[in-house]
């Protein structure tokens, strides 16, 4: 059975940098991308970044182009969400996620459980 397991994230000060990272196993991913959806409380859950196997192609939003990078280790299935500059708007629950198209609005085929990552002002 595939599964996705998140760690690190935390609580930092405005201006910081966190990272996450995220294994996944059970089956095989090369197919898939991998990347990162955050929900913060009371929103909806959203598209934060995304690596591509097939091309290795990094996909970021808007919101987090330039602060965040993710970096992907396709033959562990592995994904690491490095976080700078953060934001207090960045607090959210990170959900690793994968399935293919996933910076294009595809629902991924695999959810993580999620990892608080805390920002104060």
């Known amino acids: 059975q595939a599964r996705l397991e998140e760690s690190g994230g935390g609580l930092v000060q405005a201006g910081g940098s966190l990272s996450v990272s995220c294994a996944a196993s059970g089956r095989t991913f090369s197919a898939y991308g991998m990347g990162w959806f955050r929900q913060a409380p009371g929103k909806e859950r959203e598209f934060v970044a995304s690596?591509?196997?097939?091309?290795?192609?990094?996909y970021y939003a808007d919101s987090v182009k330039g602060r965040f990078t993710i970096i992907g280790d396709s033959a562990k299935n592995t994904v690491h969400l490095q976080m700078n500059h953060l934001k207090p708007e960045d607090t959210a629950v990170y959900y690793c996620a994968a399935g293919a198209g996933l910076a294009i609005g595809v629902h991924p085929d695999y959810w993580g459980q999620g990892t608080q990552v805390t920002v104060s002002a």
């Open positions: 690596i591509s196997w097939m091309g290795h192609d990094t």
